[in-house]
């Protein structure tokens, strides 16, 4: 991000009312490479056309906020691959990671990772390191420490079925393995911001706790994710679960967090009621059917019908209910933002 788009969003955060409205989007490896052309493969294998990539949406749309900004990732074979996951890389579609836990009683065996030497995380470090004078050349810095959450980490290390049953037959097991991640990613964090001083935020992703009900979210996730937000002394707290977002949006601001990007199929009204209007809101038309599949007009339509839920347009940063899905073309980015500048 750069300077003014970082403290823009510090305003936002804070409560100012920018207009136009900021717009935003989270974008990486789904929607990257098509986007310009090349395999997913290729994204993630070569870290010239990765910055490349990168360098060609910041200047193309210089009035859109891209969070985290050159997220340096491989997916989501990023964190279980320090435990040991195998990884699977098709040419030209997302890789995934293995399960390695086929018995919750394995969690006893289990041993934190290092993120300074195990799986892709170091990899992760060096693609910026070698990639920070050309960021930073484009007026641009690197602000987040980013991290899948403990309950994405955790259903990818057991499967999601098995893991979510796991919650409710063997708690004390489930709560070991999500102690364990929690202090993998706390030690990943702590380590990007220990090599990049410019960071100043937290992006933390997390999905499975959409699957969870209120009972089981403040039993097993809430702890773990309001360690993980004050792990860092950081401006920006930003929370990512396009699942369901209700069960957690009322305990967000006493986790920490005041950036959220949840799903469309909640309103920013509704959400501002959840978070007692004291959370940025990122967000909130249809992702696939509306930004990648619809039209221009369809576009200015939902924008339109998104904001109309609100009256008070505070500590919101319009975009897309989740992160930037595939096939989103140039086109229907101008629309979305000529959407904000004209209404």
Known sequence: MTGEQW???ISVINGELIEPLPMGFIID???????????????FSSEQLWLEANLKAIRRFPDVMFLPGFWSEFGMCTEPSAFGSKCIWPENDLPYAEKIITDIRQVHSLLKPNPAKDGLGPFVLKR?????????DAGHAIKFAVSRGPLNIAAFLMGTTEFLMAIRTDPD???K????????????????????DSIDGILILDD???????????????GCLERIFQSLDVSVKFFHNDAEGLVC?????????NLFNFSFLHSLAEMKDRTGNTVTLLGNIPPRDVLAAGTSEEIHISVKTALETVTDKSRIIVSCGGGMPPEVSTENIEAFVSAIKTR
């Open 177 to 196: 393995l999500l102690k364990i991640v929690t202090d993998f990613i706390i030690d990943w964090l702590e380590l990007q911001a220990e090599i990049f």
């Open 29 to 43: 490896s789904p929607w990257l490479p098509g986007w310009v052309g090349i395999s997913v493969m290729d994204y």
């Open 173 to 175: 097991e489930s709560d």
């Open 7 to 9: 403290k823009r969003l």
């Open 208 to 222: 499975i706790v959409g699957f969870c009900g209120d009972s089981d979210f403040r039993k097993t996730a809430m």
């Open 249 to 257: 949006a009322p305990y967000l601001p006493q986790m920490g967090v």
């Open 128 to 136: 910026l390191k070698h990639c920070q004078t050309q960021i930073e």
